[in-house]
């Protein structure tokens, strides 16, 4: 059974800092991997989708690398600010098996 | 683009009763999601569909949980004889496969 692990479960960092998050996996076999951004009592918002055959996705200042002989995935935000306060998630599909982390609980303060 | 569309947005029940959700995915997308998810915990997968057949279905799915989608656009979900556990907020996701899921901003089920 696919296990998805998101560590640390909350970061705090000043504005303008990078954000590193970090999502490992213990199943290789995945179809793709997906980071999500959910803001307090809201559903999840689409940041990013690394097929199984990617290394990286970027968009803005959002990158997030794929790592399947590791099992892991990062996700790098640039020089973050208070408005990426949220809690990041990333998901596994395997082959219509879906599996999410717990989240990394983010906090940029101005 | 209208987004993924649930309702309701609350519900809150007694214990033993049934409830029943809606989702209205994206019109062209032709898979759809369920999840449920607890406080401080990423969504649980439950069940999904392509256009109208159900491929696959957590065991979290037990007898007392059905999910239909009848004609491959909207979907509901049903949950007989409520139980506290229940308490979650049931998200519903739909995509246009390979590409990324889009969510619902959920319901939220209260059972007291």
């Known amino acids: 059974k696919q296990e998805v692990t998101q560590i640390p479960a909350a970061l705090s960092v000043p504005e303008g800092e990078n954000l590193v998050l970090n999502c490992s996996f213990t199943?290789?076999?995945?179809?793709?991997l997906q980071w999500f951004r959910q803001d307090p009592g809201k559903g999840l918002t689409s940041l990013l989708l690394i097929q199984s055959s990617q290394r990286e996705q970027t968009s803005g200042r959002l990158n997030a690398s794929l790592d399947k002989s590791s099992g892991r995935s990062t996700l790098y935000i640039a020089a973050s600010q208070p408005g990426d306060s949220a809690t990041y998630l990333c998901a596994s599909d395997s082959w219509g098996k879906f599996q999410f982390g717990a989240g990394t609980q983010v906090v940029v303060t101005p | 683009d209208t987004g993924v569309s649930q309702d309701p947005r609350h519900k809150i029940t007694k214990r033993g009763q049934n409830v029943t959700f809606r989702c209205d995915p994206i019109?062209?997308?032709?898979?759809l999601y369920w999840y449920r998810q607890t406080l401080g915990q990423g969504p649980e997968f439950l069940t999904y569909f392509q256009n109208e057949a159900q491929l696959e279905k957590s065991r979290l799915l037990s007898d007392r949980f059905s999910a239909e989608r009848p004609k491959g656009s909207f979907s509901t979900l049903e949950i007989q004889r409520t139980e506290q556990g229940d308490s979650a907020m049931y998200l519903c996701?739909?995509?246009?496969?390979?590409?990324?899921?889009?969510f619902g901003d959920g319901t939220r089920l209260s059972i007291l």
């Open positions: 199943d290789s076999a995945i179809y793709n």
């Open positions: 996701a739909s995509s246009l496969a390979p590409q990324p899921q889009h």
């Open positions: 019109s062209e997308h032709n898979r």
